[in-house]
């Protein structure tokens, strides 16, 4: 089974237009694969391809406020794992001296 999939194919799918893709791949939002000049998204990437769609199609957002947006959320996320491991520490010493951030 192939873990990626032609943009081609996508743009049938999704409905979508291809210039959109090749706009969501310039701005490194994707990160295609190409084999035989045939350029293929990984299906981990699919998830964040059908957001950004639904973000473009269904909200009306346009690229520059779709990549501010999956920065925050980014950087969002990142600070939540952050937090989890401070947690985690914290909730482990009984001496705030031993802590090593």
């Known amino acids: 089974m192939s873990e990626r999939i032609s943009i081609e194919k996508v743009v049938q799918i999704y409905n979508i ?3 959109f893709v ?3 791949i310039a701005s490194e939002l994707l990160h295609p694969q190409t084999e035989n000049s045939v350029q293929y998204i990984m299906y981990e990437e ?3 391809l059908e957001r950004f769609t639904n973000w473009h199609y269904d909200l009306e957002i ?3 406020g779709i990549e501010i947006i999956h920065k ?3 950087q969002i ?5 952050e937090n989890r491991r ?3 520490i914290s909730q482990k010493l009984t ?3 031993e802590a090593d951030f």
Do not use: A, G, V, Y
Request: charged share 25%; no cysteine.
């Open 86 to 88: 401070l947690s985690q």
């Open 95 to 97: 001496n705030w001296e």
């Open 72 to 74: 925050l959320l980014s």
């Open 22 to 24: 090749h706009e969501l």
């Open 77 to 81: 996320e990142e600070l939540r794992n």
């Open 46 to 48: 699919l998830p964040h």
């Open 17 to 19: 237009d291809d210039h």
């Open 62 to 64: 346009n690229l520059p």
